[in-house]
């Protein structure tokens, strides 16, 4: 199981932190991926680490601003989100791929990879 926290009301700007911790399965194992939905629109990837925390990648409009870690002792994935704008208004969810590294970035991007997925939390920036 996966929960994600951190959400909430921040001025366009302002740096937010968002966490998703782990529970059951070995967490090393999968990399881990961010996805947003906002509304009326489809499912947005935001950004993916590998198992190892070796590789990582991001949404286009997320590069340079966004930055996500891991901590595999603690089961948690983080999600640091500087300069955030009013368009990253969102439900953001942490998601956990079938593999722990994939050869090709697509399948870190590819919602089909994540089997496992967190019950989101809601990311709301105010211009």
């Known amino acids: 199981q996966l929960q994600a926290c951190g959400g909430g009301l921040v001025q366009a700007g302002r740096s937010l932190g968002l966490s998703c911790t782990a529970s059951g399965g070995t967490f090393s194992s999968h990399a881990i991926g961010w996805f947003r939905q906002a509304p009326g629109k489809e499912r947005e990837f935001v950004a993916a680490?590998?198992?190892?925390?070796?590789?990582?990648y991001y949404g286009d409009s997320m590069k340079g601003r966004f930055k996500i870690s891991r901590d595999n002792a603690k089961s948690t994935v983080y999600l640091q989100m500087n300069i955030p704008q009013p368009e990253d208004t969102a439900v953001y969810y942490c998601a956990a791929a079938k593999r722990g590294f994939y050869s090709r970035s697509a399948y870190y991007q590819a919602v089909n990879e994540y089997d496992a997925w967190g019950q989101g939390t809601q990311v709301t920036v105010s211009s």
């Open positions: 680490i590998s198992g190892s925390a070796y590789s990582t």
